[in-house]
Nanobody
Framework: QVQLVESGGGLVQPGGSLRLSCTAS????????MGWYRQAPGKQRDVVAA??????NYADSVKGRFTISRDSAKNTVYLQMNSLKPEDTAVYYC???????????????WGQGTQVTVSS
């Protein structure tokens, strides 16, 4: 009922930049939060950045380098990634917590992931 479409991943050199986009479509009624997670091979999926109301949270490893933003009118969340490091290499997943009507609690929806590779 809710679909998330991600884009913007790719291969970049250390120090480069990428901007990820994630757009939610379908029967979205209200979005409670939006965020980005990443998962490297052999590791767990961890939160990178998240927006919930007026609060913004970042993983310590990306503070000062990544910026999360949202275009509410488009139901789109972005992740601007600057000064990329090889350690940032992972599959990045978009997450949206939303309701599809006058329901509660909201559900979590996930994008299919986009590969980000940082390599010299």
């Amino acid at each position: 009922q809710v679909q998330l479409v991600e884009s913007g991943g790719g291969l970049v050199q250390p120090g480069g930049s990428l901007r990820l986009s994630c757009t939610a479509s379908g029967s979205v009624f209200s979005i409670q939060s939006m965020g980005w997670y990443r998962q490297a091979p052999g590791k767990q999926r961890d939160v990178v950045a998240a927006l919930s109301g007026a609060s913004t949270n970042y993983a310590d490893s990306v503070k000062g380098r990544f910026t999360i933003s949202r275009d509410s009118a488009k139901n789109t969340v972005y992740l601007q990634m600057n000064s990329l490091k090889p350690e940032d290499t992972a599959v990045y997943y978009c997450n949206v917590r939303a309701t599809t009507g006058w329901s509660w609690p909201p559900n979590d929806y996930w994008g299919q992931g986009t590969q980000v590779t940082v390599s010299s």
